[in-house]
């Protein structure tokens, strides 16, 4: 069983910063990718950030500079770094693991208001 434990979220200012870190814990046999969905409130699922195991990023168009993740294979974590926040960032954001089979955390709230 793979258990995924998501930590970071709250609430910040518009243009503040928050760090989110997921950590994947249990029997994983393969890790191709590890990164971070959103969905806000009526929206669609979105691609925040994903990161291969070799250190290649994708990130979604909205990202626009602002997001940057991260990843410790050794520890199979990933962060991700979050700046210039705007109150449409508002959402949760879940970490999902790529191996054998994809693996999702119960999310964190990012709640970007003043």
């Known amino acids: 069983q793979v258990q995924l434990v998501e930590s970071g979220g709250g609430l910040v200012q518009p243009g503040g910063s928050l760090r989110l870190s997921c950590t994947a814990s249990g029997i994983i046999l393969t890790i191709n990718s590890m990164g971070w969905y959103r969905q806000a409130p009526g929206k669609e699922h979105q691609l925040v950030a994903i990161i291969t195991r070799g250190g290649s990023t994708n990130y979604g168009d909205f990202v626009k500079g602002r997001f940057t993740i991260s990843r410790d294979n050794a520890k199979n974590t990933v962060h991700l770094q979050m700046d210039s926040l705007k109150p449409e960032d508002t959402a949760v954001y879940y970490c999902?693991?790529?191996?054998?089979?994809?693996?999702w955390g119960k999310g964190t709230l990012v709640t970007v208001s003043s």
């Open positions: 999902v693991l790529r191996g054998t089979l994809d693996y």
